[in-house]
Each structure stands twice: as C-alpha cells, then as structure tokens.
C-alpha cells in the first residue's frame, strides 16, 4: 500500500497522464501548460488532441525555458534551433508560447492524420461500395421505385 501510494506520488503508474506538463480535459483534448521559473504564473501551450502533441509543445516550452539539461518526454526529439534562451538572454513567455504551439500544432495534425486518415478511408470505400447514397431531400418519384 505504501509503495504504491509512493508511486502515485511520483507520477508512476499514472495512466492519465502518459507524458509529463500535460492533461486531459472531460471531453477528451489534451492541454498543455507549464510554469514560469520562480514565478506563480504559467504559460498556457495550448490545446490537442493527441496527447503526444501536447507533450512535444511541453517539451519544446520547457527546453526553452531550461535549456539542454532539461527532462523531455521525447529526448531524442529536441526542439530545433539550438537550446535554451536566444543568445540574448531570456525568452518572453509570448515567445515560448508561440514555439510550442507551432510545434504542438504540427505534430497534432500528423497524428491526426495517421491516425484518422484510415478510417476516412475505410468510410469512404463503404459509402461508394454496394450502398447507393438516397437523396432525403428529393421527392421519390413513382417510376424509380421498383
């Protein structure tokens, strides 16, 4: 009992939540959100709907915030353009914003894709198969029915 509630302590064994600065919404989006450095605020990353999405905003957001020491959920992924803060110090939270939601957004529409672009397929065969599509707004004629 006690090392399980350890665990759930530490965020293992947390199916909710697969990957680390995200969430699930009750109907089913994934957002994405992290803290300011010694700050109370946060900075919202937007809004998914693949989990890996959200996670790859959060990672992007929290290795620009911390650099390259930071801990990613997808390491071998890293966020392009260097690390950290631009050379001239801090980035602005906006500016953090605005690369993780670009990257998010690219990833979310690949998965959406991958994941979705087979079952429109597979809609689409059904719907041009052996079902002929009937018109609900159109008055039957006599004649057509057989």
């Known amino acids: 009992m006690e090392g399980q509630e350890e ?3 530490r965020g293992e064994n947390n199916n909710d939540k697969p990957y680390k600065g995200i969430r699930m919404r009750k109907w089913g989006k994934w957002v994405a959100e992290i ?3 010694n700050k109370r605020s946060r900075i ?3 809004s998914y709907s693949t989990p890996v999405a959200a996670a790859r905003a959060y990672d992007t957001a929290v290795f620009y915030l911390r650099g390259p020491s930071a801990r990613l959920n997808f390491p071998e992924a890293l966020p392009v ?3 950290g803060c631009d050379g001239d110090g801090d980035m602005s939270a906006a500016s953090i914003r605005k690369k993780a939601t670009e990257v998010g957004a690219r990833v979310d529409a690949v998965e959406t894709a991958m994941r979705g672009g087979q ?3 597979a809609k689409e065969m059904k719907a041009r198969g052996s ?3 009937v018109d609900l ?3 039957p004629d006599p004649e057509e029915i057989s």
């Open 35 to 37: 803290r300011e450095p």
């Open 131 to 133: 079902v002929d599509r």
């Open 7 to 9: 665990a759930r302590k």
């Open 137 to 139: 707004n159109k008055i």
């Open 81 to 83: 353009g260097g690390g």
């Open 119 to 121: 079952h429109k397929a």
């Open 44 to 46: 919202w990353l937007g």
